[in-house]
């Protein structure tokens, strides 16, 4: 990626900026931009981050906002880093609502109990049913009553606060850029953002539409959206899967999808999801925090062999065959495989129609499909639900906040973190 010098750049932002403000649009399209603002075809493909054929305001101010160093001149590193942060900085916010079920800004006893759950229990007892229910039902199961935790709404802004340093260190660790105090602005900026437009969002847990994120584990969920190269024999924080047939030997279960031009080929979409619902390393030897490869190096050669092909029959499945376990005549046999999963065979099925919506030719069952680093974002953006946030507060105003959002509405007020077109 080339440098961006600011001073010369500008010229393209004010011929944007009035595009924008006399046609009404948010965003620009590859057409338009290329007569109206710069017939510079590689400064488009630079600026379209989120690759969905245009250029939206906020694209062209992340430009604005990523020079850390104040020197005039946009680095790509500096560049890729405040767009990967603000997208980190939205997911933080989406991440609050996994677990706050009724949407109210809060986290009541029970939706602490499912978080506690979700993230460390075994994934054999947790399923994602428990994310569809509501906190009435929650309270139920947990046979508690329910009670909000955060009486003074301090619990969300201490839960945005630490993800913020997370995001600091983050951006030094992998991009060497030190965020200024402007960024850190920008960051703050997009958490109240994303909570605004939650104001909007599908994902009532208890109606059954929330996102597939919301009920997958923080295992199967890591593993479907990552987009580093992984292979048989090391997974760093990530636990590998026992793809090969010899123990610690290395076979590759998909290549790395973190640039341009890059793809996975069916095999290894297919192997991605295999290792998401295969529970890695098993559960019953996991008595310490040893890393899988101690924990296969403890296995004789016949533990592991039986263990790889445990791990075989799940990834050899069909999508078909996925599709027929969900059928009511076959609900034991659905019922026994999660019983082995870190997924729901519903969970499975919801990911195999993302890809399927995105790969465009055939079904996930052929092998003659492949996935680039472009449609592989829209996947993840898919799991996540966060296709269209961008356009979501435009034209908004209060009385368009639906029922379900009331709370949080009120919420929003009380913290001082509401938009002002939804102000009384």
Not at 80 to 99: E, H, I, P, S, Y
Not at 246 to 259: H, I, M
Request: proline share 3%; net charge negative; with cysteine.
């Amino acid at each position: 990626m080339v440098d961006i010098n600011l001073s010369s750049f500008q010229k393209h932002i004010d011929v944007f900026k009035n595009l924008i403000k006399t046609s009404g649009e948010t965003s620009i399209d590859s057409q338009t931009f290329q007569e109206k603002v710069t017939k510079d075809r590689s400064i488009f493909e630079m600026l379209d981050q989120n690759w969905d054929g245009k250029i939206s305001e906020d694209e062209i101010n992340t430009v604005l906002e990523s020079d850390s160093n104040n020197d005039g001149i946009v680095t790509g590193k500096e560049l890729a880093c405040m767009n990967q942060m603000k997208f980190f900085a939205k997911r933080t916010v989406d991440k609050w609502f996994t677990l706050d079920v009724n949407r109210d800004g809060h986290w009541s006893n029970v939706e602490e109990k499912l978080g506690d759950h979700r993230m460390w229990g075994d994934a054999s007892t947790y399923t994602g049913l428990d994310a569809a229910m509501s906190n009435e039902q929650l309270a139920q199961l947990y046979e508690i009553k329910e009670t909000i935790n955060d009486p003074n709404n301090e619990q969300l802004e201490q839960w945005l606060n630490g993800w913020l340093e997370d995001l600091k260190q983050t951006a030094k660790d992998q991009y060497g850029v030190e965020l200024n105090d402007k960024q850190i602005i920008v960051l703050k900026k997009e958490y109240i953002k994303q909570l605004n437009t939650w104001l909007f969002k599908n994902g009532d847990n208890a109606s059954g539409d929330a996102p597939l994120y919301n009920s997958l584990n923080c295992t199967a969920y890591t593993r479907l959206i990552t987009t580093e190269q992984t292979v048989s024999c090391c997974g760093g924080d990530i636990v590998p899967p026992p793809a090969s047939p010899v123990k610690n030997a290395c076979s590759p279960v998909f290549s790395s999808l973190e640039y341009d031009g890059a793809s996975n080929n069916a095999e290894e979409v297919k192997n991605r999801l295999a290792w998401a619902m295969f529970k890695t390393p098993p559960a019953e030897l996991l008595s310490t925090d040893e890393d899988a490869m101690t924990v296969w190096d403890n296995m004789t050669d016949e533990q592991y062999s039986e263990y790889h092909q445990q791990y075989l029959t799940m990834r050899n499945m069909t999508a078909n065959d996925f599709r027929e376990l969900l059928k009511p005549e076959n609900e034991q046999q659905r019922v026994d495989f999660e019983k082995n999963s870190s997924m729901t065979v519903q969970q499975i099925v919801d990911y195999i129609d993302i890809v399927e919506q995105q790969i465009g030719v055939g079904n996930f069952d052929n092998e003659d499909w492949s996935v680039n680093a472009e449609q592989y974002s829209k996947i993840i953006l898919g799991v996540n639900g966060t296709v269209g946030d961008e356009d979501k507060l435009q034209g908004k105003t209060r009385a368009d906040i639906p029922e379900n959002r009331q709370n949080l509405l009120r919420f929003l007020e009380e913290k001082g973190w509401l938009y002002e077109q939804f102000k009384p």
